[in-house]
C-alpha cells in the first residue's frame, strides 16, 4: 500500500529547509510521495508579505521538479478562502488509504487550535519533525494519539528571513534552489 505525506504550508518563498524536511521525513518513514500543498490563505498567520498563490505554487514546482518522489497539489489555492488542514485531508484519503501529515514542532503546540484536530488524527498518521531549534514536546492534550516523531537537519532557514534579506538587497543564494532564486529575480518579489 502507498504511503503518502501531505506537506502543507505557505511556502513563501519554499526554501532548503522545507526540501530538507521532506527528504529526510521520506526517506526515514520508508514513504513512497510527498504532496507539498500550498494554502491560498493561512488561517492562522498574517498575510502580509504574502506572494499570489499562482507564484508560490510555480516557485514549488520549479524547486521539487528533479525529485520524482515529491509533487504538488493545488487543491487549496483552487479552494480559494482560508484553508484547513481537515478538510485537505478529507479530500487526500478519497484518494489514498495509507495517509500521513507532517508537521514540526512548532506547530504541535496549537494544535488543538486547528479545526477538528481530533479527525485529523483519526484520517492521517501525524508525523512532527524538529523544526526552528524547537525540539519535539506532544502536548498532554495529544499524547496517546498515534503521532511520529521524525529528527531532520537543524537548518536555521524561514521564508521571513528569506523576505526579509531580499527587502534588503541580500542576498539568498544557498537558502533557495537556484531556479527560486532566480525565479524571485525574474518576477521581482517581495520587494
Known amino acids: ?99 500521513y501529515f507532517v508537521i514540526g514542532a512548532d506547530n504541535i503546540k496549537e494544535f488543538h487550535r486547528w479545526k477538528e484536530p481530533d479527525t485529523i488524527l483519526k484520517i492521517a498518521n501525524l508525523i512532527v519533525t524538529n523544526r526552528g531549534g524547537i525540539n519535539i514536546r506532544i502536548p498532554k492534550k495529544i499524547r496517546g494519539k498515534k503521532i511520529i516523531t521524525c529528527s531532520i537537519p537543524q537548518i536555521e532557514v524561514s521564508s521571513t528571513m528569506i523576505r526579509e534579506k531580499i527587502k534588503k538587497g541580500q542576498s539568498i543564494k544557498y537558502l533557495v534552489p537556484e531556479t527560486v532564486e532566480n525565479y524571485i529575480i525574474q518576477k521581482n518579489l517581495y520587494k
Open 1 to 99: 500500500m502507498k504511503k503518502v505525506c501531505i506537506l502543507g504550508g505557505s511556502f513563501n518563498p519554499i526554501h532548503i529547509g522545507h526540501l530538507i524536511l521532506a527528504n529526510t521525513v521520506l526517506e526515514e518513514l520508508s514513504l513512497d510521495e510527498i504532496i507539498f500543498v500550498p494554502c491560498y490563505i493561512q488561517p492562522l498567520k498574517s498575510n502580509i508579505d504574502f506572494a499570489s498563490a499562482d507564484h508560490r505554487l510555480e516557485m514549488i514546482k520549479i524547486a521539487i521538479q528533479n525529485n520524482l518522489k515529491f509533487t504538488f497539489s493545488d487543491i487549496e489555492i483552487k479552494r480559494k478562502g482560508k484553508s484547513y488542514t481537515v478538510d485537505t485531508l478529507r479530500y487526500f484519503k478519497r484518494k489514498y488509504d495509507n495517509l
